[in-house]
Antibody, heavy 133, light 111 residues
Framework: EVQLVQSGGGLVQPGGSLRLSCAVSGITFPSSAMSWVRQSSGKGLEWLSVISGSGGTTDYADSVRGRFVISRDNFKNILYLQMNRLQPDDTAVYYC??????????????????????????WGQGATVIVSS | IVMTQSPLSLPVTPGAAASISCRASQSLLYGSGQSYLDWYVQKPGQSPQLLIYLGSRRASGVPDRFSGSGSDTDFALNISRVEADDVGLYYCMQARQTPLSFGGGTKLEIK
């Protein structure tokens, strides 16, 4: 069974930093692209970032580019999101997710990359980040 | 790419059919004619769940009451017989290019 267990949320002051973690099990982690998505209270979903299986390719939404950094440790099977210069607008629930997950009936390991990271079939439980003074 | 969903709210009688529309501001076609359009549902208090990917393919474990249709810029999620457990927020998402983008969501509720 594929599992994504998140940690690292909390309360942080404006201008501060926070790092989210997403521990992954049940898949060949180095073969899987990974994404981060957030949801502000009462609002819809916003895609934030994606990273390739090797970690060599990343991409970001304009709203977080230059402030957030996605990374991964393929030995520990952990995905990270380092969030810097946080603002109240960044207050949200943050989710990690696996594009092209094994839950897709025609899943082929490593077939979904960072250019078109479709089919996010497995999600973490979410981590709440509150940016407030 | 801007994704526009309708309706915003969808009250449905149990056993009735329901349909949600999603329109993309650009074509979602790529490669061998695949449309890079996913559908997700977020049930109250839960993380989003994948229902449909590549426009019309059902994710594992998704009942065949759910179907996706459409191509290019116009898509629909159809639910043939709505059940009480289907209550939640439904989102379309384009994966044709980054930055990925979601529709604003449709709230399905039971009458």
């Amino acid at each position: 069974e594929v599992q994504l267990v998140q940690s690292g949320g909390g309360l942080v002051q404006p201008g501060g930093s926070l790092r989210l973690s997403c521990a992954v099990s049940g898949i060949t982690f180095p073969s899987s692209a990974m994404s981060w998505v957030r949801q502000s209270s009462g609002k819809g979903l916003e895609w934030l970032s994606v990273i390739s299986g090797s970690g060599g390719t990343t991409d970001y939404a304009d709203s977080v580019r230059g402030r957030f950094v996605i990374s991964r440790d393929n030995f520990k099977n952990i995905l990270y999101l380092q969030m810097n210069r946080l603002q109240p607008d960044d207050t949200a629930v943050y989710y990690c997710a696996v594009p092209g997950a094994p839950t897709l009936p025609d899943y082929v390991e490593g077939s979904v990359g960072v250019r078109r990271p479709y089919g996010m079939g497995v999600w973490g439980q979410g981590a709440t980040v509150i940016v407030s003074s | 790419i801007v994704m526009t969903q309708s309706p915003l709210s969808l009250p449905v009688t149990p056993g009735a059919a329901a349909s949600i529309s999603c329109r993309a501001s650009q074509s979602l076609l790529y490669g061998s004619g695949q449309s890079y359009l996913d559908w997700y549902v977020q049930k109250p208090g839960q993380s989003p769940q994948l229902l449909i990917y590549l426009g019309s393919r059902r994710a594992s474990g998704v009942p065949d009451r759910f179907s996706g249709s459409g191509s290019d810029t116009d898509f629909a999620l159809n639910i043939s017989r709505v059940e009480a457990d289907d209550v939640g927020l439904y989102y379309c998402m384009q994966a044709r290019q980054t930055p990925l983008s979601f529709g604003g969501g449709t709230k399905l509720e039971i009458k």
